[in-house]
């Protein structure tokens, strides 16, 4: 098969991909009431993609511009082999941005290694400082991991950012807390807007916390300043009580989009990839990569042409009423 000429992934309104979103498994020791129901079940292993093709794939994006990887999943810690294949990735692409995002409650025994390894950032899930309230969303009692995994990350100055997915009726009230943490440590706060992403999950207009309420909320605990909108999801703001400073981010992709900058690609941990959050459509590369006869020249063609399609998600969040993605984030990515 001819090689198409390019080596940048561009879509047709402009956008430039420099973004890819791996899931490495979509299995999770954690059920958030926000993500995962308890009835669904897992993709089989044979179905998910092997390390080594994970790599492939990784390496065919940084082939085409790609500068920034995050894995994710499911909880990634979860997966066997994790951290080697972690290290795999850091050697063979010494300058590629590579985050991760977890729940922190497996997290705290890697911290050494992903310090070693130069991981550029963890993005750690974490909803509520209260024991109960923890098991409520997640449905396991393991705070007290996820705390140690913060102080190790601390320790160790590995550098983090805690994403909140604000739930009016559910952790509203801890606002001040997560605020007292962005001021007493160095540590960026992000509240998160709460998806509609999947059937089967608590999502309600009742419990959705707008962005804007959110902010105005925070501002009646101490000043806020905006720092900068670089066109990235989370909107960044200084956080000023007394001679306490701290960061917090704000990202609302349900009130206020981003598609306009969006320059993101997922793909699942079965090998589909999805352009845009938002869009049910998934290009199965699998089963393309593992063809004898296609293999990644093929899926290099399919990248190509798909990113050429990308969508404007907000407009298909706009035409739903309910769930916009047959997906839950758990099977996505996030
Ligand atoms: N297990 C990892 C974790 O907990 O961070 C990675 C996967 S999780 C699906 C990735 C992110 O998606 C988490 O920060 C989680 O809070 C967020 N998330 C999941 N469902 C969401 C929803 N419906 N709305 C907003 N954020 C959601």
């Given at each position: 098969m001819d090689a198409l000429p390019v080596s940048s992934l561009s879509d047709s309104l402009g956008r430039t991909i420099r973004y890819l979103r791996l899931s490495v498994?979509?299995?999770?020791?954690l059920q958030c009431v926000y993500c995962r129901d308890g009835l669904e079940t897992f993709v089989p292993h044979e179905s998910i993609l092997r390390y080594e093709e994970m790599e492939q794939l990784v390496g065919l994006a940084v082939s085409l511009g790609v500068n920034k990887l995050r894995l994710t999943g499911?909880?990634?810690?979860?997966?066997?082999?994790f951290l080697d294949f972690l290290e795999r990735l850091r050697d063979r692409y010494p300058t590629l941005d590579i985050r991760l995002t977890s729940?922190?409650?497996?997290l705290g025994p890697a911290v050494s290694r992903l310090k070693a390894l130069g991981i550029n950032g963890v993005n750690l899930s974490l909803d509520t400082f209260d024991r109960k309230t923890f098991e409520r969303i997640?449905?396991?009692?393991l705070l007290p991991q996820v705390l140690e995994s913060m102080h190790t990350m601390l320790q160790a100055e590995l550098p983090f950012k805690i994403n909140v997915v604000g739930m009016q009726g559910i952790n509203d009230s801890e606002l001040p807390v997560f605020i007292d943490y962005a001021l007493n440590n160095p540590v960026e706060v992000r509240f998160i807007e709460f998806m509609p992403m999947?059937?089967?999950?608590?999502?309600?207009s009742r419990i959705f916390w707008k962005g804007e309420a959110i902010l105005a909320a925070v501002r009646k605990h101490c000043q806020v300043d905006f720092l900068k909108?670089?066109?990235?999801?989370a909107r960044s703001y200084r956080l000023v009580k007394g001679d306490r400073q701290g960061k917090m981010g704000l990202i609302?992709?349900?009130?206020?989009?981003f598609c306009a900058s969006c320059n993101r690609l997922r793909l699942t941990a079965e090998g589909s990839l999805r352009t845009?959050?938002?869009?049910?459509?998934?290009?199965?590369?699998r089963e393309v990569l593992r063809h004898p006869r296609l293999g990644l020249p093929a899926v290099r063609r399919i990248l190509i042409l798909a990113v050429l399609h990308k969508p404007f998600g907000w407009r298909l969040l706009e035409k739903r009423?309910?769930?916009?993605?047959?997906?839950?984030m758990h099977a996505i990515g996030g």
């Open positions: 498994t979509d299995r999770c020791n499911g909880e990634p810690f979860v997966r066997r082999g729940n922190g409650t497996l997640t449905g396991k009692d999947g059937e089967g999950t608590c999502w309600s909108d670089t066109g990235a999801p609302s992709p349900v009130s206020q989009h845009c959050l938002y869009d049910d459509r998934e290009y199965r590369l009423l309910g769930a916009v993605a047959s997906r839950r």
